[in-house]
């Protein structure tokens, strides 16, 4: 029978699931709107529909490398609880083992590909909203290769919470390639160089810090010169190869690198739920709220 617009408005308001999800299984049982609700039931969308104006902030991140690839993952959760189960673990891992076995190039093509079990990524992600109960997304995601002469570095913190990933050429060392990518966990550079940081970028801060020192009451002729040695640490601040390491601060990342004879060649790095709008709940009147009840 012909779906029309107002059956898919009718589902919509009764599961909460997506336009053409609605349409989908309105089209697949023939119109029947009982059904059509368990079909979405089924596929874990409605449960998850209903879900989706919640915040999920939470999660975890992972590195899988596989010779010569590498796959950096976040997934959110709504509760840091959830995020620490097996059920969760269990499906970061299998993504991850996805995303880098078929490689797709942004986060749309990677929930519409297809898994192993014949799902897509997305009603993956769904049925386990429906068996965990909590809003769960793919937030983020990115595959990065190498060659033969180069090392990936990865690193973890606090189970995940922080996830770091480099690639060093010029040595195929890991634990090296790991020490490099330990110091950015630690002390969050944002770019490799100075010659990375966007000429805007740097003009800014150099207008911010000339006014600065023209507040601080300084003769115009040594303004300058104090905003050049002040914008050197800026640099320090804001890219890897200026930072002091953090295994040795008497050294510059630089030099560290250097030494062992390679150079910096890419760092991703993720921490869980940067970026998101947190709520603020409330506990002690959440608690009283449910004890009125």
Same mark, same amino acid.
């Given at each position: 029978?012909?779906?029309?617009? &107002?059956?898919?408005?009718?589902?919509? @308001?009764?599961?909460?699931?997506?336009?053409?999800?609605?349409?989908?299984?309105?089209? @697949?049982?023939?119109?029947?709107?009982?059904?059509?609700?368990? =079909?979405?039931?089924?596929?874990?969308?409605?449960?998850?529909?209903?879900?989706?104006?919640?915040?999920?902030?939470?999660?975890?991140? $992972?590195?899988?490398?596989?010779?010569?690839?590498?796959?950096?993952?976040?997934?959110?959760?709504?509760?840091?609880?959830?995020?620490?189960?097996?059920?969760?673990?269990?499906? $970061?891992?299998?993504?991850?083992?996805?995303?880098?076995?078929?490689?797709?190039?942004?986060?749309?093509?990677? $929930?519409?590909?297809?898994?192993?079990?014949?799902?897509?990524?997305?009603? =993956?992600?769904?049925?386990?909203?429906?068996?965990?109960?909590?809003?769960?997304?793919?937030?983020?995601?990115?595959?990065?290769?190498?060659?033969? &002469?180069?090392?990936?570095?990865?690193? $973890?913190?606090?189970?995940?919470?922080?996830?770091?990933?480099?690639?060093?050429?010029?040595?195929?060392?890991?634990?090296?390639?790991?020490?490099?990518?330990?110091?950015?966990?630690?002390?969050?550079?944002?770019?490799?160089?100075? *010659?990375?940081?966007?000429?805007?970028?740097?003009?800014?801060?150099? &207008?911010?810090?000339?006014?600065?020192?023209?507040?601080?009451?300084?003769?115009?002729?040594?303004?300058?010169?104090?905003?050049?040695?002040?914008?050197?640490?800026?640099?320090?601040?804001?890219?890897?190869?200026?930072?002091? =390491?953090?295994?040795?601060?008497?050294?510059?990342?630089?030099?560290?690198?250097?030494?062992?004879?390679?150079?910096?060649?890419?760092?991703?790095? =993720?921490?869980?739920?940067?970026?998101?709008?947190?709520?603020? *709940?409330?506990?002690?009147? @959440?608690?009283?709220?449910?004890?009125?009840?």
């Amino acid at each position: 029978m012909a779906i029309t617009a &107002q059956m898919v408005k009718e589902l919509r @308001e009764k599961t909460g699931a997506g336009m053409m999800d609605c349409k989908k299984a309105l089209t @697949e049982t023939n119109g029947d709107m009982d059904k059509a609700i368990d =079909y979405l039931r089924e596929k874990g969308m409605a449960k998850a529909a209903k879900k989706a104006d919640r915040i999920a902030a939470e999660g975890s991140a $992972l590195i899988k490398t596989d010779g010569n690839n590498a796959v950096i993952i976040e997934v959110n959760s709504e509760t840091d609880f959830v995020a620490k189960n097996d059920s969760f673990k269990q499906l $970061l891992d299998q993504l991850a083992s996805h995303l880098l076995e078929k490689k797709p190039s942004n986060l749309d093509e990677a $929930l519409a590909s297809t898994m192993d079990s014949g799902s897509t990524v997305q009603d =993956y992600i769904n049925e386990a909203i429906a068996k965990i109960g909590e809003k769960i997304t793919l937030r983020r995601f990115e595959i990065v290769a190498k060659s033969d &002469q180069d090392a990936f570095g990865s690193y $973890l913190h606090m189970g995940g919470r922080i996830a770091v990933l480099t690639v060093l050429e010029g040595t195929t060392d890991e634990d090296v390639a790991k020490d490099v990518a330990m110091h950015i966990a630690a002390v969050n550079p944002r770019y490799i160089s100075r *010659d990375e940081v966007p000429q805007s970028e740097v003009d800014h801060e150099r &207008q911010v810090l000339k006014q600065q020192a023209l507040n601080e009451g300084k003769p115009e002729h040594i303004v300058e010169k104090m905003v050049e040695g002040r914008l050197g640490k800026f640099f320090e601040e804001i890219c890897l190869l200026d930072q002091n =390491y953090v295994k040795n601060p008497d050294e510059k990342v630089r030099e560290f690198v250097k030494s062992k004879g390679a150079s910096v060649k890419a760092f991703i790095r =993720y921490e869980v739920g940067e970026g998101i709008e947190k709520r603020q *709940d409330n506990f002690a009147e @959440e608690v009283m709220n449910q004890v009125k009840k």
